[in-house]
Structure formats: structure tokens, C-alpha cells
């Protein structure tokens, strides 16, 4: 059998601030063992679990691979208002206006990841 993704792994200055960020954005939870100042710290959320790790190195460019999220139970132009309610900043908004298009975002770090249509806004 091939191997399976158990994580997506994401350096940063605070494993845990970040962690909890992103625990918000996915409606997720951080391991039952997390605490503030842990070294690293997990999000887990339906499909998907994410690895925050405390590094030395600042981060300075682009991300190489970065998160696209689709709503689901919202559109996308209120899942990025509550993102950004959460400490996300707008870094892109290549939304048109037919609708279809996306939102960059940047987490508290300056990790971008996007924010698409949810399925409800692709079939309609």
C-alpha cells in the first residue's frame, strides 16, 4: 500500500498561537496535550490534520505550497470575513465579477492560503 498524508506540517515563531488560529479557522481542535509554549502543536478537523512546529527561521518569501478552503456551510465572501474577524489580512483578491475567482489570505505568520466558492456558489 502507498504511503498516506498523515499531516500537513507548517513551521512558524509560535507553534500554539498559530495552531489556535488555525483551529479557528477549520472549526477544529488542538490536541488534548497542547500548551502555550509547546514547541509544536496539532490542529485536527474533519479531513484533515495539521502539525505546527516552532522554528528559528523567520519566514521571508512566498510559500511554496499553501491551503485552498472552500466553505461549506457559508459563501466564500463571508468564510473570508470571518477569517479575517480571526487575524487573517488580505493579501490578494483576484474575486470577478461573475463570482467565480478566489481571496489570498495571509494567517497571523504570513502563510497565504486561499478561500474559494463553496459547492452551493459552483452549481449555481
Not at 12 to 40: H, K, T
Not at 63 to 70: G, I, S, T
Request: hydrophobic share 40%; with cysteine.
Amino acid at each position: 500500500m502507498a504511503s498516506l498524508v498523515r499531516h500537513l506540517t507548517i513551521d512558524s515563531s509560535d507553534a500554539y498561537g498559530l495552531a489556535r488560529f488555525w483551529a479557528g479557522v477549520l472549526d477544529g481542535a488542538l490536541a488534548d496535550d497542547d500548551f502555550p509554549g509547546d514547541p509544536e502543536a496539532t490542529v485536527t478537523a474533519p479531513g484533515t490534520a495539521l502539525l505546527f512546529v516552532t522554528v528559528a527561521d523567520a519566514k521571508t518569501v512566498k510559500n511554496r505550497v499553501h491551503v485552498d478552503l472552500q466553505p461549506q456551510d457559508r459563501t466564500r465572501d463571508e468564510e473570508v470575513e470571518r477569517i479575517v474577524a480571526l487575524g487573517a489580512t488580505v493579501v490578494g483578491d483576484h474575486r470577478r465579477p461573475d463570482g467565480t475567482g478566489w481571496v489570498t489570505l495571509a494567517d497571523p505568520e504570513g502563510n497565504e492560503f486561499c478561500v474559494e466558492r463553496s459547492a452551493a456558489e459552483r452549481a449555481g
